[in-house]
């Protein structure tokens, strides 16, 4: 038998379509191809409604934490002095970490914006959102966290705070995205975790050890908007030419 024996039939005018090639085969293309387009849409509804908030800093932690914790009402304090020293502040849009974030920037000067998810559980809009913009896709809307942020402030959180803290951390040491402040706030929650990647990760050969340093460990709400404003003092919140190419090919 040749090799061109060994080709499908493929079904003429009036005959039965092969197997998978029917109308379900086809709609099912049809859905992924709108699907990409949907994705598309979210891309450039959110870059087009985020373009002019500009300088902002991006505030990732606990949906599950309410507005009695000291994590939420240092949350509120921070994004305040963000909001008021002139940043825009991101955040989830959620409740927790993300509603104090919210919160401290409406009441600020600077917009409050909430990149909010569709999820089953655990994701009801604040009310305390300038801008607001939901996303059906993750890494629609985990890009336009990095997309936007001039710094990265990290509450305390679990897996999805985890999750976009080693995000930001990866994209930064393999310089897929500009060096920009990562702040973890809180020595007591997170200096465990600092002190496994200096005595495993680090002492293992798994990072360097200058890797540690793009890491900052804060407590104080005033001092996290001081190293912001010191990492930039002799170059301006301004894109620099070879980081908008970076974030245009992130």
Same mark, same amino acid.
């Given at each position: 038998m040749s090799a061109k024996d060994k080709l499908p039939n493929i079904a003429g005018p009036g005959s039965a379509a092969p197997p998978g090639q029917g109308m379900t085969g086809t709609s099912g293309t049809a859905r992924e191809a709108w699907r990409i387009f949907g994705i598309m849409s979210e891309f450039v509804e959110a870059t087009d409604r985020l373009n002019a908030v500009r300088p902002a800093v991006s505030i990732f932690g606990s949906a599950r934490i309410g507005p009695d914790s000291p994590h939420y009402l240092l %949350? +509120? %304090?921070i994004a305040r002095l963000l909001s008021d020293a002139g940043f825009g502040v991101i955040s989830g849009g959620g409740p927790g970490v993300m509603e104090a974030a919210n919160k401290g920037a409406y009441a600020g000067k600077s917009p409050s914006v909430g990149l909010n998810i569709q999820l089953p559980m655990e994701q009801k809009s604040n009310p305390y959102q300038d801008i607001s913009q939901t996303f059906r896709h993750f890494f629609a809307r985990k890009y336009m966290f990095v997309r936007f942020a001039s710094a990265y402030v990290v509450m305390p959180g679990g897996? &999805? %705070?985890l999750d976009e803290l080693l995000e930001a951390l990866t994209l930064i040491q393999t310089n897929k995205s500009p060096r920009i402040p990562l702040i973890l706030v809180g020595s007591a929650f997170w200096g465990g975790l600092i002190d496994w990647f200096r005595t495993r990760l680090v002492a293992e050969g798994t990072i360097s050890p200058e890797d540690m340093d793009l890491i900052q460990l804060?407590? +104080?709400p005033q001092a996290v908007v001081a190293a912001i @404003?010191?990492?930039? +003092?002799? /170059? &301006? @919140? +301004? /894109?620099l030419p070879e980081e908008h190419e970076l974030l245009l090919n992130l």
């Open positions: %949350t +509120e %304090t897996f &999805g %705070t804060i407590d +104080e @404003f010191k990492h930039y +003092e002799r /170059r &301006g @919140f +301004e /894109r």
